[in-house]
């Protein structure tokens, strides 16, 4: 079982910075691949990166890829998404994701276990 709870979120203009953190408990941390997704009002849970369970494999969706950036620490039970650029469009609700013995990372449905997500608003 893993707990998992975001924070981090906020209103920001475009083109400005945020940095969520998404701090889990449980015993399976370490041995977990960690996801974040988001959804915005009246669309659909979108992919935005993922990182494997060692740190080393990361994934991201092309829409945010070369603007936000995907980190573990596993010490601290925590995965981050440092997010740069930001665009109006990034607005959503941001929620982070873990299990184990991902094969599809990309797909919300590989993942069991959620955080309760955090509002991201990027202002034109």
């Known amino acids: 079982q893993v707990q998992l709870v975001e924070s981090g979120g906020g209103l920001v203009q475009a083109g400005g910075s945020l940095r969520l953190s998404c701090a889990a408990s449980?015993?399976?941390?370490?041995?977990?691949?960690l996801g974040w997704f988001r959804q915005a009002p009246g669309k659909e849970r979108e992919f935005v990166s993922a990182?494997?369970?060692?740190?080393?494999?990361?994934y991201y969706s092309d829409s945010v890829k070369g603007r936000f950036t995907i980190s573990r620490d596993n010490a601290m039970k925590t995965v981050y998404l440092q997010m740069n650029s930001l665009k109006p469009e990034d607005t959503a609700v941001y929620y982070c994701?873990?299990?184990?013995?991902?094969?599809?990372?990309?797909?919300?449905?590989?993942?069991?276990?959620w955080g309760q997500g955090t509002q991201v608003t990027v202002s034109s």
């Open positions: 994701a873990a299990d184990t013995g991902i094969v599809r990372f990309r797909e919300w449905r590989s993942y069991r276990y």
């Open positions: 449980g015993r399976t941390f370490s041995s977990s691949a």
């Open positions: 990182i494997s369970s060692s740190g080393l494999i990361t």
